[in-house]
């Protein structure tokens, strides 16, 4: 163990913050890692679909692998803002250098006056609505409790809204199908999509009674951010995106058999005792890439369910400094934040990204063979995304290790301070340095296991 030396803590340990921590461990520079959820995962528990088993399991193999590292103290449950002060943190506590891998966590809002006020009264967001779907099949599942229905409304436009249309769709379905007695697992209902699974059960849609969830965007279909241009595009590359985007949503809709409206924004809501009942949609036209509202077009849309799905943005911690919805930073290569000397933002905490697949997607270009693939949505489709955040963070880390290079080292009694209140908050965590075990005991549920049993 080291008794002097650099001592770096990083906060969020997912991609982007175990990434860092093992470059860092690499020039043998101490970190602890505190981590606000009980596993470290992120977005893989709780934005990625439960059915990308092989994925998850593949991608938070590699997040053990380098936080489970002689020079990594492991903190979790320790949300920063919460639990733990930032000011305190940077400026009593000692660290050679502060790291926020954060993500994105908190849902963008809705911009309809009052419209939080229904939450969880007819109104819900996608990050919490996506997390309890990844771990509803399990009994003792503790977190909100979400009573999917029928003709649910979606507001979106990216990849994340088609998630959850997925979702609602092979929820409704696989409840109908256990009311009639057939066994139905959410898995299967993925992997085949909802047609081909009726027809092997000898059943139809139009028997489950069932009318299906509408997705509604503001823009044109192939406006949706589902495929990217290259820089200066030309007529000939928006026909191919355009193209491309009609292709996927096309396909989704008749694997899944959800509905969508394009131009359409929604501007009022419609209350009754107490609840959300549905939305005001006005028709929208699109010229010259602007969005503009057509007069006289507003009507109501009645709905039980009214799922939010329009994008991510980092929670708002005390003491640091913002630009728009986004950490500021000073220096885009390290991403040190303005106004700190050894403070860094890394991953979504500066980019203000938190959607996986819309996030993915901006950074590469979809041609339409891999389009036509799009059905299975299989781990290729996901892994350029982690690629990517493992890259940024790693190339920010190595520049980060750099810059303490010039910096004085920590003396015995500086690490043996910090050292010390790390073991308080792991104390308190119930965490007592064994990181195998402690991910064993606090691992959910698999679907996967339990529909094997």
């Known amino acids: 163990?080291?008794?002097?030396?650099?001592?770096?803590?990083?906060?969020?340990?997912?991609?982007?913050?175990?990434?860092?921590?093992?470059?860092?461990?690499?020039?043998?520079?101490?970190?602890?890692?505190?981590?606000?959820?009980?596993?470290?995962?992120?977005?893989?528990?709780?934005?990625?679909?439960?059915?990308?088993?092989?994925?998850?399991?593949?991608?938070?193999?590699?997040?053990n692998d380098k936080l489970n590292h002689s020079l990594v103290d492991f903190?979790?449950?320790?949300?920063?803002?919460?639990?733990?002060?930032?000011?305190d943190v940077v400026e009593n506590w000692g660290f050679s250098a502060v790291l926020l891998a954060t993500g994105a966590w908190k849902d963008r809002p809705l911009p309809i006056e009052?419209?939080?006020?229904?939450?969880?009264?007819?109104?819900v967001y996608q990050n919490p609505f996506v997390a309890w779907f990844n771990t509803n099949h399990d009994p003792e599942n503790s977190t909100t409790g979400y009573k999917v229905s029928d003709n649910a409304i979606i507001i979106g436009g990216g990849l994340a809204s088609i998630?959850?249309?997925?979702?609602?769709?092979?929820?409704?379905?696989?409840?109908?199908?256990?009311?009639?007695?057939?066994?139905?697992?959410?898995?299967?209902?993925?992997?085949?999509?909802?047609?081909?699974?009726?027809?092997?059960?000898?059943?139809t849609f139009e028997e489950l009674n069932l009318e299906g969830c509408t997705l509604y965007y503001r823009r044109r279909l192939v406006d949706m951010p589902l495929s990217s241009l290259p820089e200066n595009p030309n007529e000939k590359d928006y026909e191919v995106a355009h193209r491309v985007r009609h292709k996927i949503v096309e396909?989704?809709?008749?694997?899944?058999?959800?509905?969508?409206?394009?131009?359409?924004?929604?501007?009022g809501k419609i209350i009754e005792d107490g609840q959300l009942e549905g939305l005001v949609f006005q028709k929208t036209a699109v010229a010259d890439g602007k969005v503009s509202k057509?007069?006289?077009?507003?009507?109501?849309?009645?709905?039980?369910?009214?799922?939010?799905?329009?994008?991510?943005?980092?929670?708002?911690?005390?003491?640091?400094?913002?630009?728009?919805?986004?950490?500021?930073?000073?220096?885009?290569?390290?991403?040190?934040?303005?106004?700190?000397?050894?403070?860094?933002?890394?991953?979504?905490?500066?980019?203000?990204?938190?959607?996986?697949?819309?996030?993915?997607?901006?950074?590469?270009r979809v041609s339409e063979q891999v389009m036509d693939d799009y059905l299975t949505w299989n781990s290729g489709d996901y892994e350029p995304l982690f690629e990517r955040a493992v890259s940024d963070a790693d190339e920010k880390a190595e520049r980060i290790g750099e810059h303490l290079k010039k910096e004085s080292t920590l003396t015995h009694d500086q690490v043996q301070s910090i050292l010390t209140r790390v073991k308080e908050f792991q104390n308190k965590s119930g965490y007592d340095g064994n990181y195998e075990k402690w991910i064993q005991n606090q691992l959910p549920a698999r679907i996967e296991d339990l529909l094997q049993s």
């Open 294 to 364: 057509i007069d006289n077009s507003e009507y109501a849309v009645r709905s039980p369910m009214i799922i939010s799905a329009i994008g991510s943005l980092p929670e708002p911690i005390r003491g640091l400094p913002y630009t728009g919805n986004s950490y500021e930073v000073t220096d885009t290569n390290t991403g040190k934040l303005k106004g700190f000397e050894n403070v860094f933002a890394l991953g979504n905490a500066v980019t203000g990204r938190g959607n996986i697949k819309e996030s993915q997607l901006h950074g590469r």
């Open 75 to 87: 903190v979790p449950s320790v949300e920063l803002g919460r639990d733990i002060d930032f000011t």
């Open 114 to 123: 009052g419209i939080d006020d229904y939450v969880n009264k007819g109104f």
């Open 163 to 203: 998630d959850v249309a997925k979702i609602l769709m092979i929820e409704t379905v696989r409840i109908k199908l256990e009311e009639k007695g057939f066994r139905a697992d959410v898995i299967s209902l993925e992997k085949k999509g909802i047609p081909e699974h009726l027809s092997e059960l000898g059943i």
């Open 251 to 267: 396909l989704a809709r008749k694997k899944y058999l959800f509905r969508f409206e394009e131009c359409h924004q929604p501007v």
């Open 1 to 63: 163990m080291k008794e002097s030396g650099h001592f770096v803590a990083i906060f969020g340990g997912a991609v982007a913050g175990s990434e860092a921590a093992s470059k860092l461990t690499e020039r043998g520079i101490r970190c602890v890692v505190f981590e606000q959820n009980s596993l470290p995962y992120g977005k893989l528990e709780s934005g990625l679909p439960k059915w990308h088993i092989k994925l998850r399991d593949k991608e938070e193999r590699k997040i």
